[in-house]
């Protein structure tokens, strides 16, 4: 890796190195590329372990009818529109 490819990896990762850094770096990363190929020579696979929970939640036993509560909870919004929509303040960021 050259100092040209360190420090198109710095711009990229949006990092200031100074030459001294970059020196560092010409020694440092193909000695990390190589530990990571070992990782990946390793191989082997993963297995994940779901435990005695399958499924957190409950049934529903007694589900109401949809809409039952909706009169109530429009007139309880601070803000309503006539549609029943929750009116919020406008917040529109500009950068």
Do not use: C, W
């Amino acid at each position: 890796m050259t100092d040209i490819d360190i420090r198109k990896l710095a711009k990229l990762s949006r990092i200031e190195v100074s030459d001294s850094e970059v020196e560092q770096l010409e020694k440092q990363i193909p000695e990390i590329l190589s530990f990571v190929e070992q990782i990946q020579d390793a191989g082997g696979e993963v297995k994940k372990e779901t435990g005695d929970h399958y499924n957190v939640f409950r049934e529903d036993e007694n589900p109401h009818e949809s809409g039952v509560y909706s009169e109530d909870l429009i007139e309880a919004m601070p803000k309503h529109s006539e549609d029943g929509y929750l009116q919020v303040k406008k917040i529109i960021a500009q950068d």
